[in-house]
């Protein structure tokens, strides 16, 4: 028996540097479509199709044969993630069309072989022997559509691809050569991935692709121009206003590069905040006053100023103490006062006696929220004061307390 291997001859062909390229499965050469196969021969049919991403390969069976039926499993099996199908031992009904499906996420392609069989007959006996299927071994071929790339400085990202043939399957590595790759680089299944691209990336970079056969390598020159360098343009609203005890957030919108180191300025003091964005928690009157952004870079400085409002709403009295109240020992007076504002007004309160000083034995009772104020042991006339304040203001209320001793009866 022989064996016959028929082979589509593979190249690889990918994109231009963008991660993001593909192209749709083909197959670079075909041949020897239609074959013939004598009665128990052997025979290997190879599909190597192309593409990016990397097509997945499948076959269609003659007829109603699949991959599970008895006939397949026993005489027909599948090599090097099915790029290869060999039949074993060929019999009449293994005949018909094997196509090959490349897919990938941009399409299907396919190739067709016609297997034809046939018996060969002689007067004397033919030895026929099958010699030993060995499985091919290719060693690595690496494929880079360019050897030289020019980027600009800052250019966000640069993927560069790097293909390989062989069998088994190689590894791609990529490195530097010479150096250390930059902190900047990774690589991505075949892909040098560089983001943000710096001067100090221009340098050549080394595709290395490796399987049990040996390795290959190609090297790619980076090469990265200057970008102009821009004087900083800071904007920032010149007057921004905020509620009292509330968060507000100051953003300084700044171009320029190399990217601009920024500092901000209150009344002319230097914050610790290096950003573009300043947050004032809690806002109070003390945070009034001139903000200042500046952005710097080896082109130059640039600030702007904004000043900063607090709003707030002074105390108002919404219930007040009567103008006066009398007292006794055995019915102490009782004084209500209640204000609105924001931020929310304090209460306190102050005793004066008409004549003399506060003893310093005088007690008060207040409420919880200091708005009811009670004198238990007065013992004076005096005038009783409530005062509402917040930070935008105060107002006051006054009412005359008229104090009388009891009177002793004599028998």
Known sequence: MNLIIYNLVGYIIFGTGNADTGIHPYFPVSENSEVFVADGDHIGLKCVPEGNPKPQV?????????????????????????????????????????????????????????????????????????????????????????????????????????????????????????????????????????????????????????????????????????????????????????????????????????????????????????????????????????????????????RTDAVFIVHGTAPSLTTTPPQSVMATPNNPPSFTCRASGDPTPTITWEFKPFVGTTSSTYHAELSPDHTTLTLPNITKSGLVTCTASNPFGRVQASSSVIYTPAVSMVG
Not at 78 to 96: A, D, P, R, S, T
């Open 58 to 302: 499948t076959w269609h069976l003659p007829g109603n044969l699949t991959r599970n039926s008895p006939l397949v499993k026993s005489h027909v099996s599948f090599h090097f993630e099915n790029v290869e199908l060999e039949i074993q031992n060929m019999v009449k009904e293994l005949h018909g069309s094997y196509v090959c499906l490349a897919h990938n996420s941009l399409g299907t392609t396919s190739y067709t072989y016609i297997v034809k069989y046939g018996r060969i007959t002689s007067k004397a006996p033919v030895l026929i022997t099958t010699p030993p299927i060995i499985p091919m071994r290719i060693k690595p071929d690496v494929f880079l559509k360019y050897t030289e790339h020019n980027v600009t400085e800052g250019d966000s990202i640069l993927a560069i691809p790097c293909a390989a043939d062989g069998i088994p399957n190689p590894k791609i590595t990529w490195s530097a050569i010479g150096s250390n790759m930059p902190s900047n680089a990774i690589q991505y299944q075949q892909f040098l991935i560089i983001r943000n691209i710096r001067l100090d990336d221009s340098r050549y970079y080394l595709c290395t692709a490796t399987n049990s056969e040996g390795h290959a390598s190609k090297p790619v020159h980076i090469i990265v121009h200057p970008k102009p360098h821009v004087k900083p343009t800071v904007t920032l609203p010149p007057s921004l206003q905020g509620t009292y005890g509330t968060t507000i957030t100051l953003t300084c919108n700044v171009t320029g590069y190399p990217t601009p180191t920024i500092k901000w300025y209150f009344n002319g003091k230097a914050l610790s905040t290096k950003t573009n964005k300043y947050e004032i928690q809690n806002a109070t009157l003390a945070e009034m006053g001139a903000y200042t952004c500046e952005a710097t870079n080896d082109a130059g400085t640039s």
